[in-house]
C-alpha cells in the first residue's frame, strides 16, 4: 500500500504512525514536500518539492536474518541500481554507510529508524533522493540534485522501479549479498583515504568496510571498528 501526502513534517512520522496501528511490511508513505525532513544524527534534511522523499515499514517477521546494516546498504544498492539505469552523463558513488553523491556532495541519503518494546517490532527506512530539486534551493548544502542528469520525467514510476528492485534484492538475501557487497565496495572510493569522525571531532583514516556493513578505521594508530551507520564521517 502506498499512501501519498502533498506536504507533511515527516514521512517518518507517518510511517511510526502506521506501523503502530498495525499497518503491514512494505507500507510506503511518499510526501511531495517536507517541513521537518530529518536525517541521521539529529541532522535537518531540507526537503522541498521535486524531490523524491518516501519511507517503508519493515517486519522483522518478514526481514529473514537481514539486521540494520545489511538492510541499508540492500536499500542502498537497490537506489544507485535503479537511478543508474535511469542516469546519462554522471557516475555516482556510495559514502559509507549509505549516502549516495556525486563529486563529494549528497544526491540521497537512508535512515533507518528501529523500534523495539520487549523485542524488534518494526523497522522504518527513510529514502530521501534530490531527484528534481531546484539546484539553486539545495546550492549552500553540498548536495547534489539529479535535474539534469535523469532521463525518467516521472518520479512515481522510479519509486515503483526502486520497490521493485528493493523487493528482489530483500527475496534474494543471503545468496545475493557477495555481489551486492562487491558492487558497493566498487562504488566506495574512500579506502585509505583521512576523514574527520564528525561527532567525537577527530581525524582517522579509513582503512576497510567490512561485509556486515561495519567500517575500519584508524584512529590515533589505533584500529577500531564500528558497526553499520555507528560513526559520522566526513572527507
Ligand atoms: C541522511 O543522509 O542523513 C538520511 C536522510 C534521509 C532523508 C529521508 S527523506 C524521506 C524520509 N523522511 C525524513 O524525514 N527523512 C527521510
Do not use: C
Amino acid at each position: 500500500m502506498i499512501f501519498y501526502f502533498d506536504k507533511i513534517s515527516s514521512t517518518m512520522d507517518i510511517a511510526h504512525i502506521l506501523a503502530n496501528k498495525g499497518y503491514p511490511h512494505g507500507t510506503v508513505i511518499v510526501a511531495e514536500e517536507q517541513t521537518q525532513g530529518r536525517g541521521r544524527f539529529k541532522r535537518k534534511w531540507h526537503s522541498p518539492k521535486g524531490g523524491l522523499w518516501f519511507s517503508i515499514i519493515f517486519r522483522p517477521e518478514n526481514l529473514k536474518t537481514i539486521k540494520a546494516g545489511f538492510l541499508g546498504i540492500i536499500i542502498g544498492f537497490s537506489v544507485l541500481k535503479t537511478l543508474e539505469s535511469f542516469l546519462k552523463d554522471i557516475k555516482l558513488n556510495f559514502k559509507w554507510p549509505n549516502d549516495i553523491e556525486y563529486e563529494g556532495k549528497k544526491v540521497a541519503g537512508i535512515l533507518l529508524e528501529s523500534v523495539y518494546e520487549k523485542e524488534l517490532e518494526y523497522i522504518i527506512a527513510g529514502i530521501g533522493i534530490n531527484l528534481q530539486v531546484d539546484p539553486e534551493e539545495i546550492k549552500d548544502l553540498k548536495a547534489f540534485s539529479l535535474k539534469n542528469y535523469i532521463t525518467i520525467p516521472d518520479k512515481n514510476i522510479l519509486l515503483l522501479e526502486i520497490l521493485k528492485e528493493l523487493e528482489k534484492n530483500l527475496d534474494n538475501f543471503p545468496n545475493n549479498w557477495k555481489a551486492i557487497f562487491e558492487f558497493y565496495k566498487n562504488k566506495f572510493p574512500y579506502i585509505g583515504k583521512e576523514a574527520i569522525i564528525k561527532n567525537k571531532n577527530s581525524k582517522a583514516k579509513v582503512i576497510d568496510i567490512t561485509e556486515d556493513g561495519g567500517i575500519v578505521l584508524s584512529i590515533n594508530k589505533k584500529i577500531e571498528r564500528y558497526e553499520w551507520g555507528g560513526v559520522s564521517l566526513e572527507f
